[in-house]
């Protein structure tokens, strides 16, 4: 177990295209960290730079106390959970197990020993004697988490685990995984984690901090909660939540509080918003989930009118979309409290919450409404 | 046979319609052209082996007064004389000769083309544009022209009558469609396995033995397979480096027969024919699953 560092790591390949422009990530030791972006931002590949899979073209990658930048991977004390499981097909689960221990030169009673122990903490005592080609998905994929658990590595590497796996399996394997972190730190062995998914879900149900990348950059990392209420810019902000938070253009003015003004029309967001800017009025980007966004009739006071353009009912609750001239807007609101009468192109009324708005410069995309929030 | 089962299946106790009776007609007057056609055809097809067979228990005087293949008066003498041959060794000898050169040649390339295409298909090197061309253009070059200077070269280190001759090109990964085969098969195999293995700790060649060797086998049989067939075949290859006849394998000493006897004795070389026929034809159907296996089904599941 151990903490793990990277400090102004870069990626550049052959063709000279950058992936990975000097990132800094401290993970400290049994934290589990997620790596989050859309495809293409190179999380898989600061993950398998990590491994040693992929050369680092600059910066420092630690481990412990050792600098690993050009040690093998099997040097690093990583273990690795790959995508499709990558299972060695040809040898059956009980030697794909102990196949890392085999190649270090441990005695067979030891490898038996620890086998069963992994086996009998990933339940997969039964399945020890089949071929990796007659296990299910959810099998597989909990051999694996067991070839990488039974060498108690420094750092745990996971490159989307989950994403093969149907949604029902992907919720309980989730689980399974966090346990087991829980677990090896109630143990007395903490086990340092590096998770890299696409799923957000995945990524706040199961990461201690968060690490939200974009083209090869480092956008923000913490907590789900501060990652949720403070994003630091407007790609974070857009990017954790669901729906997606409502980022649209507007022009601040402050008088008594924050008065926006979108197509037109302005609404009040009061004082408390107002005193977390630190911004000069102007064009802005307003940001407010979908979920603190108030559905009111039409014409109401300090509230936006808008188009209703469509209505997705969810169950629990509706998706209300919205248009307040070119600016799309979502709202989420409790079935119950819904007006089942609304439809499509009736006009109604938005009511922002102060409180939970955000405001973001313009160019930068930088959260400029976060003055004496802590971080 | 597929036109049968358009038709609606009714129920046990009801009799057939006249259409369903005409539609069962027609379905099994189809089925009858076709498989009559295609055993025809097949028949056409394997005709002379059969002959040859059959050929091989007739006297040498029957073989050319009639064209069946059933021998009148059967007779093994065709195997026991041609056994013997006209030379101090018997047939065994030759076998043994042929044996002595397919398994260390097989066992050569099967090892050289899976490092060679492992190299190729996995790493990046300088120069491996070029080198891979070269694979590919000695793949396209006709065999007949690099013989003479090889035979000039195997001539001038000393090895003419022997059977490095035969074995070395092919333990250097010599055969370029093997290279080129192995390392297609090799493209096909996703690297996670052996990314898992080097997370794991094996080293280079670890990997290859313990990771990359196994996933292969289906593409490692065929390979040998071809080669033993086709070595066991190969004419001029021991024609050209081997000289003294103890050193002759199958594929020389039927050719023997032909030389040394004035009225040659058909039934023997014909016997001997069979007898050569044989081994290709065992490993060819004892390694058919794999081969069918390696072709049908990748060793990974998504």
Redesign the interface.
Known sequence: MAELQLKGVEKTYGNGFKAVHGINLDVKEGEFMVLVGPSGCAKSTTLRMI???ETVTGGEIRIGDNVVNDL????RG???V???Y?????MKVRRNLG??LQ??GKPKDEIATATGEVSEILEIEKLLDRL??Q?SGGQ?QRVAVG?ALI?HPDVFLFDEPLS?LDAKLRAAMRVRITDLHKRLKAEGRPATVVYVTHDQVEAMTMGDRICVMKDGHIMQVADPVTLYERPANAFVAGFIGMPEMNLVPAVLTRGLGAQLTLDGQTVDAGDELARRLYIQDGPVTLGIRPQHLGVVPAGSPNSLTGTVTNIEFMGHEVNLHAKVGNAAFVAVVPSEAFDRSTQRGDRVGLTVSGSHAHVFDVSSGENVSLKGALN | MAAITDIPVRKGSEPPTAIELKHRRKAMRSSILRYGLLTLVGLVMIYPLIWLVGASFKTNAEMFSSAGFWPKEPTLSGYIEGWQTSTPYTFGKFFVNTLWIIIPKTIGTAISCTLVAYGFARFDFPGKKFLFMTVIATLLLPNVVTRIPQYLLFRDIGWLDSFLPLWVPSALAGDAFFVFMVIQFLRAI?R??E????????TTL?TLV??VV??L?PALISVCLFQFMWTMNDFLGPLIYISSVEKYPVSLALKLSIDTTEAFAWNQILAMSVLALAPSLAVFFMAQKYFIEGISSG????
């Open positions: 491994a040693g899979l093998v991977p099997g040097k990583i273990a690795m790959f995508q499709n990558a299972l060695y097909p040809h196949f890392g190649l270090r990796p080609k296990l597989a070839r060498k093969n | 996703p996670d396995m990314e898992a293995a080097r997370v794991d700790g094996a670890q313990y990771i196994p996933m086998m060793g990974v599941k998504g």
